[in-house]
């Protein structure tokens, strides 16, 4: 019998190897802001229950501190790499950061399914992530087109399973195209899980 693996879906997930000081510096700056943000506190009170995330609010924080400047400069690094194992056929440096925001989700506070429309590439940078707290879980985008298609066992390997999670470290980076549907499980553990996402769009 002969099968053959077409249509892959790739994601990036790698540690990005920041300095000490530049985590300081990001954890410092991100705690400020959920202090005197209070239109993204208004609207995470609503929409992001029990955490806080500057989505609505300070989403380029890219242009508004030296800190995240010098994270942008290294996820362009990795978004370098990323785009040439896409295989996509465009010049270097034609994506460039469009906005990036912080995210505090204490014990209980999840994220539902989503996408981040008007993008192409999609990210997130973990500067706090607790042992026990559940990583971004990503949804296969065929799955809305499987109508009678049945369950799928449990051993399957990764690349044939319907919903993959990554459980990602302090200082790691994900990096996936801005299409594919995912979560964020609520965190279980008793720390906050701190992190920073953002979007990629042509320059």
Aim: hydrophobic share 35%; net charge negative; with cysteine.
């Amino acid at each position: 019998m002969a099968i053959r693996t077409i249509f892959p879906t790739q994601i990036f997930h790698s540690s990005l190897k920041p300095s000490q000081n530049l985590v300081n510096s990001l954890l410092s700056d991100t705690l400020k802001i959920a202090e005197i943000d209070e239109v993204g506190l208004e609207w995470s009170e609503e929409r992001y229950f029990g955490g806080y995330t500057s989505y609505s609010s300070y989403n380029r924080l890219q242009e508004f501190s030296s800190s995240f400047a010098d994270l942008e400069n290294l996820i362009d690094q990795a978004v370098e790499d990323y785009v040439e194992a896409l295989g996509y056929d465009i010049e270097e440096g034609t994506l460039k950061m469009s906005n990036c925001w912080v995210n505090i989700m204490p014990t209980g506070t999840h994220h539902s399914g989503h996408i981040h429309p008007n993008s192409i590439l999609s990210g997130t940078f973990y500067l706090q992530m607790p042992e026990d707290s559940p990583g971004i879980k990503f949804e296969d985008p065929r799955l809305i087109m499987q109508m009678n298609t049945p369950a799928k066992s449990d051993d399957l390997p990764e690349e044939m399973q319907s919903f993959v999670s990554i459980n990602a470290k302090d200082g790691d980076l994900v990096l996936f195209e801005s299409y594919l549907r995912h979560e964020v499980p609520a965190n279980q553990s008793e720390d906050d899980r701190i992190s920073i996402s953002f979007n990629y769009e042509y320059s």
